[in-house]
T-cell receptor, first 116, second 110 residues
């Protein structure tokens, strides 16, 4: 089946630094990818919709200058957390929709970010 | 917020019993899906029910959908210890954005 890979699976960074998380569709092309955030013991919250070749659409309350999303190709979207703070520590999950079948959404395995 | 509500927040049952989780949502939906998540891991897709369907079965899972009440339920029959996980409903918009419910933490005691 279709696979979405996230890298890194977990990362620790220092406060004030930036960290990039990649989301790749391995065996299909994805015009649209989505980024979600999940704090411990909470639900997943949609952060933004990422469309290949255009600017991401952010959900209300998500700072676009802090969470930079780049969807430069049909198989890769990146989320960069800029000037990270401890409160940004979270589980980040992406999902992707195949260009051939928009009815199916495939989720990545998630990336744990810890900011110290 | 378009996040749905789930209840109960936590559920603890004995192995072999049935577990029922309820989900209420706020907006119109294209479909509703249920996912399972083991602690600290990714999502496992369980079942999808479309807005024009009322009930769906998959193995030990039974999902109902009542669009007039904007609610759905997930029933796991004959539970097993391996069913211990968090369960989330997710409403899916026409743009394929997922809005997850608050989740139910299920513990099945062997």
């Amino acid at each position: 089946g279709a696979v979405v890979s996230q890298h890194p699976s977990w990362v620790i960074c220092k406060s004030g630094t930036s960290v990039k998380i990649e989301c790749r569709s391995l065996d299909f092309q994805a015009t649209t990818m989505f980024w979600y955030r999940q704090f411990p013991k909470q639900s997943l919250m949609l952060m933004a919709t990422s469309n290949e070749g255009s600017k991401a659409t952010y959900e209300q309350g998500v700072e676009k200058d802090k969470f930079l999303i780049n969807h430069a190709s049909l198989t890769l979207s990146t989320l960069t957390v800029t000037s990270a703070h401890p409160e940004d520590s979270s589980f980040y999950i992406c999902s992707a929709i195949s260009t051939l079948d928009s009815r199916r959404t495939y989720f990545g395995e998630g990336s744990w970010l810890t900011v110290v | 917020s378009q996040q749905g509500e789930e209840d109960p927040q936590a559920l603890s049952i004995q192995e072999g019993e049935n577990a029922t989780m309820n989900c209420s949502y706020k907006t119109s939906i294209n479909n509703l899906q249920w996912y399972r998540q083991n602690s600290g891991r990714g999502l496992v897709h369980l079942i999808l029910i479309r807005s024009n369907e009322r009930e769906k079965h998959s193995g030990r899972l039974r999902v109902t959908l009542d669009t007039s009440k904007k609610s759905s339920s997930l029933l796991i029959t004959a539970s097993r210890a391996a069913d211990t996980a968090s369960y989330f409903c997710a409403t899916v918009s026409t743009g394929n954005q997922f809005y997850f419910g608050t989740g139910t933490s299920l513990t099945v005691i062997p």
